[in-house]
């Protein structure tokens, strides 16, 4: 398939999508529905802690508020481990090659539809606050050309060295400031909300928190590799149950695991404090969410709306935490690509925990079924709304999830599919590098890879992955997008391009021989069209 049918193709769902919405969805009978919907997405949590007292942080709000009442989904993924193209996938309901939300700069144009549309075409007040991070053309110069750079042949760290930091005293609850801003904004817009009113609503606020901070002394371009919290939401940690996760030696590590592990600036020596005390600022940050969470519930209870409101709780990501010697998330592992889900009725209570694995693109048709909507054609997912008890138009579910990872940090395109207890990933075109193959049963911590001793499974898993998604193919196609980016940025900074490119975010490393990476990156433009480890 050429570029130019691969971009018709994307037009092509557009267009289908945005005829939908602005004539089926206003023509069609809606079915009756008096839901509204408080929909709560944080960013960077791993999904294993929820659902269980037995974790070092307890997450009491969530679990008194939604697990002990609603549903918990124990194996929700994310559809791409990283904030933007997640977020597509979760707003758009397509996966991430379909829409071609490659890395944090390309997410969804202008305009493409998303269920919020859907939802205020059939008749809803939507009140969006906080991060969405779903549309094209944001993040920092760096987090882009790291992406379109990748298979350059160097491996230069690109984050700061992740950091513990301790703020405030046993009294300092409020610490990412503008998530409790937002969490205020939309606890006075319940407040407000007239019960008598005819239209449902849906009330989104996007939580940054448990994301590492901005690490600022790293420069304009700086990531997030600061795990800052207070002395207050420690007390929340069980610190008997931080543990240091084992780690393989660098040598022994996968040639993938390796560039992800460098590039993070995590080569270098950690103690066990170190790493400890990383993780449990970081399970600090979680219970920060969990505060927010327990006063958003205890609003939307108190002004009357808990009887007639479904509620969704995710994370468009998780973050690694020190597991595998990384942080952060871009990566497959459970850490990573594990998401928080779940989802509580107004008419049926449940306590019920579903381990069939499901992911965000499941968001979309599972918010229209709420509504009582029509689902747009040639969605990805399936709702959700089943495993409460109660029916779907739109139930057809596969028995697999799949996950792609396309981004900076990572030297070859990423594909996770997850069937049962077996976990598949593959990389690049399938050929340059060994696939990963983990039984989730037998080996939760993903350090025992059964790529070797079960080439059934991987040869029934890799075929299984080639009939949901062209990896080859889409390999390819991303390496010419980030071939072609790469070069148009270039040439359109002029006799600036030296200067900019030697201080983002790996100035540290590209200083030590400009003119050698330079000549290496300019293979870019006479590289033939293949990945390199």
């Not at 939580?207 to 600022?216: A, E, G, V």
Request: charged letters at 20%; one cysteine or more.
């Amino acid at each position: 398939m050429s570029s130019w049918q691969k971009r018709s193709l994307s037009f092509a769902v557009f267009l289908i999508l945005t005829a939908f919405l602005m004539h089926d969805v206003r023509t069609s009978p809606i079915k009756k529905r008096f839901s509204n919907i408080l929909f709560i997405i944080c960013d960077a949590m791993d999904g294993r802690l929820i659902g269980s007292n037995d974790k070092a942080v307890a997450m009491k709000q969530i679990n008194h508020h939604l697990v002990s009442k609603g549903v918990t989904f124990l194996n929700a993924y994310t559809n791409s481990p990283i904030c933007c193209p997640s977020r597509s996938a979760l707003w758009s309901g397509l996966h991430v090659h379909i829409t071609e939300s490659w890395n944090n700069f390309k997410g969804l144009p202008p305009g493409f539809p998303t269920w919020e549309d859907s939802l205020i075409a059939g008749g809803y007040d939507t009140k969006i606050l906080g991060k969405t991070d779903y549309t094209a053309g944001h993040h920092t110069v760096s987090n882009r050309v790291e992406a379109w750079t990748r298979n350059v042949n160097f491996t230069l760290a690109q984050e700061g060295r992740p950091t513990p930091v301790l703020v405030g005293d046993e009294a300092t609850r409020r610490i990412q400031l503008s998530d409790w801003t937002n969490v205020d904004k939309a606890k006075e817009w319940l407040e407000n909300r007239s019960q008598l009113d005819d239209k449902p609503f849906l009330l989104y606020i996007g939580i940054n928190l448990p994301h590492p901070y901005k690490t600022t002394q790293e420069g304009p371009h700086a990531g997030g590799s600061t795990f800052k919290t207070s002395p207050y939401w420690l007390k929340h940690v069980n610190m008997s149950k931080v543990t240091v996760p084992q780690w393989k030696p660098l040598d022994e590590m996968h040639p993938v695991d390796y560039y992800e592990t460098a590039t993070k600036n995590c080569t270098s020596n950690f103690t066990e404090d170190e790493i400890r005390k990383i993780r449990a600022y970081y399970y600090g940050m979680c219970a920060e969410v969990d505060g927010m969470v327990g006063e958003l519930m205890e609003q939307l209870d108190s002004s009357g709306f808990s009887n007639s409101t479904y509620v969704v709780f995710t994370s468009d990501h998780g973050d690694l935490a020190m597991e595998h010697r990384q942080f952060y998330k871009m990566s497959m592992y459970e850490g990573s690509s594990h998401v928080p889900l779940v989802i509580t009725s107004p008419t049926h209570k449940h306590n019920n925990k579903v381990k069939q694995p499901v992911s965000l693109v499941d968001i979309f048709p599972t918010l229209m079924d709420m509504a009582g909507i029509p689902t747009p054609p040639g969605l990805n997912g399936s709702s959700l709304l089943p495993y409460l008890g109660m029916t779907s138009t739109n139930h057809e579910r596969p028995n697999w999830v799949l996950s792609q990872y396309h981004g900076c940090n990572v030297n070859l395109s990423t594909y996770m599919l997850r069937m049962g207890d077996w976990k598949y990933i593959a990389f690049g075109n399938g050929k340059q590098v060994p696939p990963h193959l983990f039984n989730l049963a037998e080996s939760s911590d993903e350090l025992y890879d059964y790529a070797v001793d079960r080439l059934d499974i991987v040869s029934m898993m890799d075929t299984k992955l080639k009939t949901v998604i062209n990896y080859p193919l889409v390999s390819q196609q991303v390496e010419m997008y980030n071939k072609q980016s790469f070069l148009e940025w270039k040439n359109s900074l002029g006799d600036k391009y030296s200067d900019t490119i030697a201080n983002l975010r790996w100035f540290m490393d590209f200083q030590k021989d400009v003119k050698g990476n330079e000549l290496k990156i300019q293979e870019i433009g006479r590289a033939s069209c293949r990945e390199r480890v």
